[in-house]
């Protein structure tokens, strides 16, 4: 059953694939004709303004590639004598070829500001028929409609006359009787308008991992006082390369392969008066991720259909399918375990030629992983939408009825002695999603021009989830869920003053919902903006807004927590390898209260000559947030925290001519600056864990940050100083401690286009400052013996740790970090265990990434059958700097979205180079 559907998709795609190879086979054919058949005829047009009244003395003429742009080149050269002018009928005479090119202008009044250039198609399907393209917008100051700013949207067929459309609505004829071309209005035409898009698209990905291993020690030990290079210990504190006999230093980074993406949609749009438009649209994905076995198949589809009847009356049917299959995903910790195997891996052993050798019991050959992986995720979802509005000048009623369906399949698990043990672990979990919401809107309009109204809403809401999982001691579970809201309140758009300078948004609402005990609510969205236009010092008109927000809304908790991750946080840094059980958060019982937030915000803008400044200050108040808690043995949603958050947005953009050329910068700065604290905890409990392992965590603190990271740190005195132990090394703290924030100082984007006639150039820079970030991934590098930095830092003597001794004194005992006769257990990182001391590997999270380039060009060929070509190429993550000592400091442990600022083997990030190629037709 789970393939029905994708083998009738795959049925309906070779059909429109062999539809599509047959007539584009033809239009290539007619095209060959066309341009190798064309002959020389004998047009007389007639040009008509927007109303139907010949224009007199508009100037025809038929030029090259390029317009006419002054009185001093139309009367010189080789335009001399060649301009046509229509007569007091508005018609005009001209030999014209196919791809003749001919402009059209008021003579002389609006030269060179209103002008077309258009270029002449005969019609194969029409015996002496042809039709006009437009070419170019000559100066893109096209204001005047009677000069047909008619868009590429043409249809045409042996007997109707061709069709052009306009950018505002209206349509123009052209139609030939007894050798004579006649260019009319036509606000209807008894035939539609088909538009077709084909978009080609497609990327290749590079890992760019950043974390640096060292390659001078092999795998051993120290044994007796002296290195000695041995497999039976998974650790690289043996002896130098140099000093073995190893034939070849193996780098077990080669993991990664090139990853790419490939998409084709193909989107058609018919438009006939009173018949409405049609909107069709078939995509295809297929993705292959930077490790082996990582490979997704997507398709999706739509359908919708619009049509606007009678007065004001609109009717929308919209129809949406998508289907997914991923090989690998990065569900759990199976993807970070390969790359933990592949760092950890000695440069004496070759991981890829041996796939099936055990290395050790503390982390697993990644190429073992890579060829034995069956994690599989397969998601369907479809979304049907029917909305019905009826615009009245003195009223406006709107409708929308919505069903959605999804399904959603995970295998995740384990195989083998990848669980040190010969049996496979698997789960295979099912989850399918039911929703239906309706919403009625309704609108009166209490001014002329529908600026100020009342406006109601009505909202509801029915969820069903079931979840089923294939564990003994899992019962298949179904929940369903209710909620409605209902708004009323006095809307303003524009509205007022000597210049329309008030909008405004009033709107309270009452919620009720069945997944709180206390099931009503209320809300209130308000807003209030106000413009000033003004003259200062005559330099210019300046137009300002100032407004203000205030907002109260309750969030509604979800059923069922997709981001099934979270559950590692009651694990222990030591069990990463292991299978972990995916933990569930189940929606079983209502929640004591919704979610609350109350938000305010204030800000203003500026806009004067292409400059803008736009700022605003913000701070909203989160009441009863929702935290899991592990509770009678499994995690359950709670009413748990209270924070706010508080910041600052600053815009600023600007355009610039550059040597009075075609070529324009527009700079643009984006600012972010934000902090955040917990006001309060609802239970008994000093902190509440919200990301991260035993050792290791982000946290809910009265007080502190919101996520800030606590773990395992050095035991201090009372005036901050370390306590050393008798071996001369800090002490370890009993209890873990405060390590640091892991949200920035600020953020700032530089953004910049460069736009060169119709050739555009993006570049951004992304600017993170501040924040830390726990290295797990480092830390474990170092007690296993494979970073860089114990590639030096083993051979450090006499050093000294500042502090003081057990005896109250100021120590003054000198270690050496890696003494062979004192054995690895106690050298400066294997003696703190596998988990380390946290606070040893607590980095500055800033950097500075290019984020993206991007270069763009519109190509309007106006060739039969093809009318535009929209090029796209692009860069993303070109380049990062940072001082992070392992991949990019702004991941999070595997994948979490509330896990940024904790590292454990986290992904590279991605360098993608791609294109996208769009065919209008």
């Known amino acids: 059953m789970r393939y029905g559907i994708p083998l009738l998709a795959a049925s309906l795609f070779k059909l429109l694939l062999e539809k599509m190879i047959k007539y584009t086979s033809l239009c290539l054919f007619i095209c060959a004709a066309q341009t190798l058949f064309g002959q020389v005829q004998r047009y007389e047009g007639k040009i008509t303004d927007a109303v139907g009244r010949p224009l007199k003395d508009a100037a025809v003429i038929r030029v090259a590639d390029n317009v006419v742009s002054s009185f001093d080149e139309l009367n010189a050269g080789l335009h001399k004598g060649k301009v046509i002018h229509t007569d007091i009928n508005g018609v005009f005479g001209m030999d014209l070829n196919d791809r003749d090119k001919i402009q059209l202008w008021k003579y002389p009044v609006q030269l060179p500001k209103a002008y077309q250039l258009y270029e002449f198609r005969s019609d194969p399907f029409d015996k002496s028929g042809g039709y006009l393209v437009e070419l170019v917008a000559a100066r893109e100051q096209h204001t005047d409609v009677n000069l047909f700013p008619m868009d590429t949207s043409i249809a045409r067929s042996s007997s109707r006359p061709v069709v052009l459309r306009n950018n505002g609505g209206s349509y123009y004829s052209m139609s030939e009787n007894k050798n004579r071309v006649y260019i009319y209005q036509n606000p209807k035409p008894g035939y539609g308008l088909l538009d077709i898009n084909l978009t080609l698209g497609g990327s290749i990905n590079k890992a760019d991992d950043r974390v640096k291993l060292q390659r001078d020690y092999v795998q051993g030990h120290a044994l007796s006082g002296q290195l000695v290079a041995s497999k039976d210990v998974p650790y690289s504190w043996g002896p130098l390369v140099a000093q073995t006999d190893l034939p070849t230093v193996y780098n077990n980074k080669n993991i990664y392969r090139s990853g790419y993406q490939a998409s084709t949609t193909l989107d058609m749009t018919y438009k006939q008066d009173g018949l409405g438009k049609f909107y069709g649209e078939v995509e295809y994905s297929k993705k292959q991720g930077v490790f082996d076995p990582n490979k997704t198949n997507s398709w999706g589809a739509q359908l919708n259909y619009s049509r606007q009847f009678g007065i004001g009356h609109r009717l929308q049917v919209l129809n949406k399918f998508n289907q997914s299959d991923e090989k690998m995903p990065m569900i759990g910790n199976n993807y970070a375990n390969v790359l933990m195997g592949a760092y950890l891996s000695p440069v004496n052993f070759d991981a890829k030629s041996q796939p ?13 992983l890579l060829k034995n992986n069956r994690d599989n995720q397969f998601n369907q979802k479809y979304l049907g939408t029917l909305k019905y509005d009826w615009d009245h000048n003195r009223f406006f009623w709107g409708a929308q009825l919505s069903y959605q369906y999804q399904q959603n399949t995970l295998n995740y698990g384990l195989v083998g002695n990848m669980d040190e043990g010969d049996r496979d672990i698997f789960v295979n979990r099912k989850l399918k999603t039911k929703l239906f919401d309706t919403n009625i809107q309704g609108k009166y309009y209490l001014a002329a021009g529908k600026k100020l109204y009342l406006q109601g809403n009505f909202w509801y809401k029915n969820q069903w989830m079931s979840l089923n999982r294939s564990v003994a001691s899992f019962a298949p579970v179904s929940l369903l869920h209710r909620s409605s809201e209902f708004q009323a309140g006095l809307v303003a758009k524009e509205f007022g003053g000597y210049n329309n300078n008030w909008t405004f948004d009033l709107l309270p609402s009452m919620l009720v919902s069945n997944k709180s005990k206390n099931k009503t609510v209320f809300n209130f969205v308000g807003q209030v903006e106000r413009r000033f236009d003004f003259d200062l010092f005559d330099r210019g008109d300046i137009i300002a807004n100032v407004w203000g927000q205030f907002n109260l809304s309750h969030l509604e908790p979800n059923q069922i927590n997709n981001d099934i991750q979270f559950g590692l946080m009651r694990y222990s840094i030591k069990d990463f390898q292991s299978f972990l059980p995916m933990d569930e958060l189940l929606l079983r019982d209502p929640v004591d209260k919704l979610q609350r937030k109350v938000n305010y915000e204030f800000g203003a803008s500026l806009k004067r000559h292409g400059w803008s400044l736009e700022g605003n200050f913000y701070q909203f108040y989160v009441k009863n ?203 400066r990182w294997v003696r703190y265990g596998l988990s380390g001391v946290a606070e040893d590997v607590i980095e500055d999270a800033s950097y500075l990434r290019l984020s993206r380039i991007n270069l763009s060009r519109s190509f309007d060929i106006s060739w039969p059958y093809l009318n535009k070509i929209d090029l796209t190429l692009y860069a993303e993550n070109l380049m990062y700097w940072s001082r992070y000592k392992g991949n990019y400091p702004g991941a999070s442990l595997l994948g979490q979205s509330n896990a940024v600022g904790l590292d454990y083997f986290n992904s590279p990030l991605m360098r993608t180079f791609g294109f996208n190629v769009v065919l209008n037709f």
């Open 625 to 827: 947030g929702y935290a899991p808690i592990w509770q009678d043995n499994q995690y359950r949603l709670n009413n748990a925290v209270d924070y706010q958050q508080k910041g600052f947005r600053m815009a600023i953009s600007s355009q610039f001519g550059i040597f009075n050329s075609p070529l324009n910068w527009y700079p643009r700065l984006d600012f972010h600056r934000y902090i955040n604290k917990v006001d309060k905890i609802h239970l008994e409990a000093d902190r509440i864990q919200i990301a991260g392992m035993q050792e290791i965590s982000k946290n809910y603190i009265v007080g502190q940050p919101v996520g800030v990271i606590m773990g395992t740190a050095y035991a201090r005195t009372a005036d901050g100083q370390l306590q050393i132990d008798g071996d001369g090394y800090p002490i370890v703290a009993p209890e873990q401690k405060i390590l640091g924030n892991p949200n920035p100082d600020f953020a700032l984007i530089f953004g910049n286009t460069l736009q060169y006639r119709g050739i555009r150039f993006d570049i951004d820079l992304e600017w993170s400052r501040g924040g830390k970030v726990w290295n797990g991934t480092r830390q474990m590098l170092n007690y296993m013996g494979r970073s860089l930095e114990t590639a030096s830092g083993r051979l450090l003597k006499d050093q000294l740790f500042p502090g003081i001794d057990a005896q109250g004194n100021r120590n003054n005992k000198l270690v050496d970090y890696y003494d062979p006769a004192a054995g690895i257990e106690n050298n």
């Open 356 to 368: 099936n050798a055990n290395i050790s019991t503390v982390y697993t050959n990644p190429w073992f």
